[in-house]
């Protein structure tokens, strides 16, 4: 079946440091795949999304490229800040009976000192 | 869009106790999700609806699960009896297909605790 391996946390960095947090997936066909954020006591909220290999998602600083030759979709920050604590869930969606069924990995926990 | 709304965000009950957890989805979404996360298993999908009908279950962990989705706004997710293993964070979510790639949005979540 569908699954998606991230690094386990946590990951603590200092503030204006290089963030990478590693995802891989095993999936057949052509799967969507998605980076979600979750600040603490709130849900998880899209962070960024690739459709197809190649593409390369952005959002608030962070990007992720799908790459299907290595099955990954790491995602990427060149200068973290404090305020992006929070845990990073790496997920990939594929078309299942008419349903977009979507896998999620277990969670990268990031905490940025000052 | 308020977005999703869940209630309570907070529940704290003795065991065997009934528990309702709500959920309002985004106007227009035709999925909705939910799901259960705890430290030990992470995000876990318990059941989700098409158009007001359950479409999988399979995520239920046992009978004292349910869940209802009367209508296009609103749902509902039961247990009954509750039991200290089924303390977690609740979220409820929901999805437009013509989003594209599913994209899903999640509420604020209910956090339950059975003492």
């Known amino acids: 079946g569908d699954s998606v391996t991230q690094m386990e946390g946590p990951v603590t960095l200092s503030e204006e440091a290089f963030l990478t947090i590693n995802c891989t997936y095993t999936a057949t066909g052509y799967p969507s795949l998605f980076w979600y954020v979750q600040y603490p006591g709130e849900g998880l909220q899209l962070l960024l999304k690739?459709?197809?290999?190649?593409d390369k998602g952005s959002n608030k600083g962070f990007e992720a490229t799908y790459r299907k030759e290595t099955t990954s979709f790491h995602l990427e920050k060149g200068s973290v800040q404090v305020s992006d604590s929070a845990v990073y869930f790496c997920a990939l969606t594929r078309a299942s009976g008419g349903y977009q069924k979507v896998t999620f990995g277990i969670g990268t926990k990031l905490q940025v000192i000052p | 869009d308020a977005g999703v709304i869940q209630s309570p965000r907070h529940e704290v009950t003795e065991m065997g106790q009934e528990v309702t957890l709500r959920c309002k989805p985004i106007?227009?979404?035709?999925?909705l999700f939910w799901y259960r996360q705890t430290m030990m298993r992470g995000l876990e999908l318990l059941i989700y609806f098409n158009n007001n009908v359950p479409i999988d279950d399979s995520g239920m962990p046992e009978d004292r699960f349910s869940a209802k989705m009367p209508n296009a706004s609103f749902s509902t997710l039961k247990i009954q009896p509750s039991e200290p293993r089924d303390s977690a964070v609740y979220f409820c979510?929901?999805?437009?297909?013509?989003?594209?790639?599913?994209?899903?949005?999640f509420g604020a979540g209910s956090r339950l605790t059975v003492l």
């Open positions: 979510a929901s999805s437009d297909r013509d989003s594209g790639a599913n994209v899903l949005t």
């Open positions: 106007s227009g979404h035709d999925y």
């Open positions: 690739a459709t197809k290999a190649d």
